[in-house]
């Protein structure tokens, strides 16, 4: 049974940095893309990032383009996310997300896919 654990959320001023780590258990997790959705109160769950495989093609969402970077060791099962000059409107909920199918890249939401329980992002002003 796939299992996704995230960590690193806190409260930070804004401007700040935090780096959110997802560690992925129950299958080959270097035979699929990982990626980083977010839920902010009353609004749907969106894309922020995602990374392919192998680590070789990353893909962003425009608002946060710039600002923060995925990664992954797939030596530890691990995605990163890095996000710097955070704003307040990056206050939600991130949640890792690793799609059901190899070598797909998840860019919405599908309640198919494996999902973690989420790590809270709080950004002040």
């Known amino acids: 049974q796939v299992q996704l654990v995230e960590s690193g959320g806190g409260l930070v001023q804004a401007g700040g940095s935090l780096r959110l780590s997802c560690a992925a258990s129950g299958r080959t997790s270097s035979l699929y893309a990982m990626g980083w959705f977010r839920q902010a109160p009353g609004k749907e769950r969106e894309f922020v990032a995602a990374?392919?495989?192998?680590?070789?093609?990353?893909y962003y969402a425009d608002s946060v383009k710039g600002r923060f970077t995925i990664s992954r060791d797939n030596t530890k099962n691990t995605v990163y996310l890095q996000m710097n000059s955070l704003k307040p409107e990056d206050t939600a909920v991130y949640y890792c997300n690793q799609p059901r199918i190899a070598m797909v890249v998840a860019t919405t939401a599908n309640e198919n896919d494996y999902w973690g329980r989420g790590t809270q992002v709080t950004v002040s002003s």
């Open positions: 990374i392919n495989w192998s680590g070789a093609r990353t």
